[in-house]
Every structure is written in structure tokens, then in C-alpha cells.
């Protein structure tokens, strides 16, 4: 059984109270024939529940049965029940589209464009700037 099939029968659960338990969550999809699985995340730090959690079945036809319960009260709050994406790889989420060399896009020297018109000028230095406390101190105390 792959990881893409087991996604394709799963569901994701949003706005889930942090004190549920799995339990309580299995009993509230009692309806979608047999739940397989009930994994509620939580914080690695803290230990804390994040308020999401995702529901395997059995089967891919109970998925389309569960999203009637989008928008339910679970635990007096409104749930929200989406069928689960499957992470493809190569796609990263911290990725926020700007252009780098390993994906071959052409990056270019802002620094190297202005140098031809503006000479000396550099509008980022280069290398580690330190921004501490001694910024504002002068370099000169007679005490």
C-alpha cells in the first residue's frame, strides 16, 4: 500500500478543538463506514495538538460521504473537512517563487549593473554586517 493510495482514501480536519481525542473524532465520521486511522498533529516543541487532524478509511468512496460533514459542529466548533492533498516532491512550501540558479533561472548582479553607472557606489554590502549595540556607540571616550 503506497503513501499516494492511503492519501487518496484521507481526509483532512481543520478547526479542531484541542482537547479532542481521536476517539471522539472516529465517532463523529461513525457514518463513513470504517474509520482505518485518526491522526490528530501536534506541536514538537510543545506537545500541544495544532487543531487539525487527518481521517483514513478504508475505502476512497467513504471520502466522498465524509465531506458532507463539511462545516459541522464538532466540539461546538465548525469543522472544515477536505479531501487530503498529497505532497508531490520537488515542490517545496517555503519556496515563494523567487528566481535562484539551481532551478535555472537567470539571476543577476544588481550590485555588478549599478557599479557601471554609479561608481563606488554599492547599494548591499557584501558580507556579514554586524547591527549590535556598538553601532551606536562612538569609537572615541576619553573615559
Same mark, same amino acid.
Given at each position: ?62 471520502? *466522498? ?58 547599494? *548591499? ?9 556598538? *553601532? ?8
Amino acid at each position: 500500500m503506497s503513501k499516494m493510495e492511503a492519501d487518496a482514501r484521507s481526509i483532512y480536519v481543520g478547526n479542531v478543538d484541542y482537547g479532542a481525542t481521536a476517539e471522539e473524532l472516529e465517532a463523529h465520521f461513525h457514518g463513513c463506514d470504517s474509520v482505518n486511522r485518526v491522526t490528530i498533529l501536534c506541536d514538537k516543541f510543545s506537545g500541544h495538538p495544532k487543531g487539525f487532524a487527518y481521517t483514513e478509511f478504508s475505502d476512497k468512496e467513504s471520502v *466522498r460521504t465524509s465531506l458532507v460533514s463539511d462545516e459541522s459542529l464538532f466540539r461546538g466548533r465548525q469543522i472544515k473537512v477536505i479531501p487530503k492533498r498529497t505532497n508531490r516532491p520537488g515542490i517545496n512550501t517555503t519556496d515563494r517563487g523567487f528566481p535562484r540558479a539551481r532551478y535555472g533561472a537567470q539571476t543577476t548582479n544588481y550590485n555588478s549593473y549599478l557599479s557601471r553607472f554609479y561608481s563606488g557606489f554599492n547599494s *548591499r554590502p557584501q558580507g556579514r554586517v554586524y547591527r549590535g549595540r556598538a *553601532r551606536a556607540t562612538s569609537w572615541y571616550s576619553p573615559y
